[in-house]
């Protein structure tokens, strides 16, 4: 079974960096997107940014796009969510998951790793 296992997360002071990490395992994820999720207190969870897992195609959301960077290490069944300049805007439970390339459902998701920025 599919199991994506997030971490990396914690209280960071704004202008900081951190990279969250989402260990992935149960199957082969060729077909596969990988996505990075997050959502603040009281608010809707929100797309931040996904990968392919074979051709390595980003895509960010605009609020994050030039201060995130989203990867992944194939032969470690990594990804990663580098996160430069953070603002406390940017707190949230983060969120790694999977979507079949050909759906636009993510249907496999980790627990979520606190981020806390700091003003």
């Known amino acids: 079974q599919v199991q994506l296992v997030e971490s990396g997360g914690g209280l960071v002071q704004s202008g900081a960096s951190l990279t969250l990490s989402c260990a992935a395992s149960?199957?082969?994820?060729?077909?596969?997107?990988m996505g990075w999720f997050r959502q603040a207190p009281g608010k809707e969870r929100e797309f931040v940014a996904s990968?392919?897992?074979?051709?390595?195609?980003?895509t960010y959301t605009e609020r994050t796009k030039g201060r995130f960077t989203v990867s992944r290490d194939k032969a470690k069944f990594m990804v990663y969510l580098q996160m430069n300049s953070l603002k406390p805007e940017d707190t949230a439970v983060y969120y790694c998951?999977?979507?079949?390339?050909?759906?636009?459902?993510?249907?496999?998701w980790g627990q979520g790793t606190q981020v806390t920025v700091s003003s």
């Open positions: 990968i392919t897992w074979s051709g390595g195609r980003t």
């Open positions: 998951a999977a979507r079949l390339l050909e759906t636009t459902t993510y249907s496999y």
């Open positions: 149960g199957r082969a994820f060729n077909n596969y997107a």
